[in-house]
């Protein structure tokens, strides 16, 4: 099992930034994939950028020029700088880190951001 523990949500005015955190514990050994959706009530589970451990990125693009994803593997954690942020940002974000050799992906708990116009 893996535990993932994110942080770093809040209210903060549009045009702010926030830095959101994610740290893998337990059976880490293995993930290839870490990323950030969000989801807002009524709508589906989004993506919004998802960092390979080779170091490759991806973005959806409404988040693209503004939001950047890293990890530290030596802290097993994943990070999503959130830049320009707008209202229309405003979503409870989760953490998802998966294990493509073994098709296990695992979940956080979400972290609620709110970007006020």
């Known amino acids: 099992q893996v535990q993932l523990v994110e942080s770093g949500g809040g209210l903060v005015q549009a045009g702010g930034s926030l830095r959101l955190s994610c740290v893998a514990s337990?059976?880490?050994?293995?993930?290839?994939?870490m990323g950030w959706y969000r989801q807002t009530p009524g709508k589906q589970r989004e993506l919004v950028a998802t960092?390979?451990?080779?170091?490759?990125?991806n973005y959806a693009d409404s988040v693209k020029g503004r939001f950047t994803i890293s990890r530290d593997n030596d802290k097993n954690t994943v990070y999503l700088q959130m830049n320009s942020l707008k209202p229309e940002d405003t979503a409870v974000y989760y953490c998802?880190?998966?294990?493509?050799?073994?098709?296990?992906?695992?979940w956080g708990q979400g972290t609620q951001v709110t970007v006020s116009s």
């Open positions: 998802r880190v998966v294990r493509t050799a073994l098709n296990l992906n695992y």
């Open positions: 960092i390979f451990s080779s170091g490759t990125t």
């Open positions: 337990g059976n880490i050994a293995g993930i290839n994939v």
